[in-house]
């Protein structure tokens, strides 16, 4: 196989990795918002599972006042 | 050969960049928003609401989120009127040092707390919650004022001693409005709770037990509920699904509807409200200037002007608003 060829074929795997990349980050797959909480017991897709967890309310939920006094 | 090899290599190249160049311009973007929101947060607009507010306001659809919130607020507000008490009682040992306006601010931030107190009764959720961001922005307003000018009278010292006071102040004096925040926060994750079993079909009394009595963290509710739902046929998680959507949009129309009814009419509010506010000081400082003993009669008669001015600011500001309103009607 001469260099050629070898050069052509890693060019269309840049190419296939490039569209992959691409459309992953259109649709988001592997963004922060689509990865999910790392808890265990998924019980469906990511969203049903988000909407499972933020049902509930977390200890240190609270209403922010914004500046300390000081 | 060579030519179309070059030419592969380019786009190869173009796509590589260019889906760096996008995943950046995400990140610059998501930058630039939070820098745009922070710096709103800065502008002191009587009628813009907050991230942080918009987010609160949220679980104030059930009963049990509105007395949260409250009590929440409540609980901030009396922290810092406790905190504002030990700054001024620092300052009241150094000589030269006038803490009148000060005492006013935290008179008017006592008045408040006691506002938010009262806050949930047997009002409407609309009113409940506007409410609720009236009190926090007029309380926002004043902390910023007494740190503005506490700043100024305090040294590096005086703030780490305060510092250490402050978080002895928070275990004592707000343990009981502590409990009863939790209290509602269990109550409304039961609520919660109670409604993903309700949409999913399920019924499960002892979850919904043991997360009223504090007996199960929400971690372990969570996993509680999961195990309910992970037996599920795949439709019915589908339907489950559909249902939980349905809810938080519902929560989101709601809770954009009150922000924008909130921004409305909030001049109007804020100026009725800071009226009453200035009759109470009056009222409070009347009633301490009858005895000797007290001795910030007059730091509230001043702090009484102080919001009557403002009030008169504001008077003058939907003066303006309602003139060209109706001057852009007239146009049309």
Same mark, same amino acid.
């Given at each position: 196989m001469g260099i050629k060829k070898i050069i052509f074929w890693i060019v269309i795997l840049l190419i296939l990795l490039g569209v992959v990349y691409y459309g992953a980050n259109m649709l988001g797959i592997g963004s922060s918002d689509s990865q999910g909480s790392g808890q265990e017991g998924v019980v469906g897709d990511a969203e049903t599972?988000?909407?499972?967890?933020?049902?509930?309310?977390?200890?240190?939920?609270?209403?922010?006042?914004?500046?300390?006094l000081i | 050969?060579?030519?179309?090899?070059?030419?592969?290599?380019?786009?190869?190249?173009?796509?590589?960049?260019?889906?760096?160049?996008?995943?950046? /311009? !995400?990140?610059?973007?998501?930058?630039? $928003? &939070? #820098?745009? /929101? !922070?710096?709103?947060?800065?502008?002191? $607009? &009587? #009628?813009?609401?907050?991230?942080?507010?918009?987010k609160e306001v949220e679980v104030m659809d059930i009963s049990h989120g509105a007395r949260m919130r409250a009590l929440q607020l409540q609980f901030q507000i009396m922290r810092r009127v406790l905190w504002g008490e030990a700054v001024i009682e620092r300052l009241g040992n150094k000589t030269n040092v006038t803490t009148t306006e000060l005492e006013g601010i935290v008179e008017e931030l006592r008045l408040l707390g006691d506002e938010a107190g009262r806050i949930y009764n047997n009002e409407t959720a609309n009113v409940t919650v506007q409410h609720f961001i009236d009190i926090k922005k007029d309380a926002k307003a004043l902390v910023k004022e007494f740190r503005k000018k506490a700043r100024l009278l305090l040294s590096e010292g005086d703030k780490n001693a305060l510092r250490l006071k402050f978080s002895e102040i928070d275990r004592a004096e707000l343990k009981e409005l502590h409990g009863q925040i939790s209290e509602q926060r269990r109550l409304l994750n039961a609520e919660r709770a109670r409604r993903v079993l309700a949409a999913s079909g399920a019924e499960n009394e002892d979850i919904l037990r043991k997360i009223k009595d504090g007996e199960i963290s929400k971690r372990e509710a969570l996993e509680q509920l999961k195990t309910e739902i992970k037996i599920m046929k795949d439709e019915e998680k589908d339907r489950l699904k559909e249902k939980l959507r349905e809810e938080e949009n519902k929560r989101r129309e709601l809770k954009d509807k009150i922000v924008s009814e909130f921004k409305e009419k909030r001049l109007e509010r804020a100026s009725d409200r800071l009226a009453d506010r200035a009759v109470e000081l009056r009222k409070k400082g009347a009633e301490k200037a009858g005895n000797v003993l007290e001795k910030n009669s007059e730091a509230l008669r001043k702090r009484a002007e102080k919001v009557a001015e403002k009030r008169e600011a504001i008077r003058d500001a939907l003066k303006v608003r309602t003139a060209n309103t109706s001057g852009r009607g007239d146009s049309e």
């Open positions: 599972n988000s909407l499972i967890e933020e049902s509930l309310i977390d200890d240190t939920d609270d209403v922010e006042l914004g500046e300390e | 050969m060579k030519k179309s090899l070059i030419i592969v290599v380019l786009i190869a190249s173009l796509m590589f960049l260019s889906s760096f160049v996008f995943a950046q /311009s !995400n990140i610059t973007d998501s930058a630039n $928003n &939070e #820098t745009s /929101s !922070n710096e709103s947060v800065d502008i002191s $607009n &009587e #009628t813009e609401v907050d991230d942080d507010t918009e």
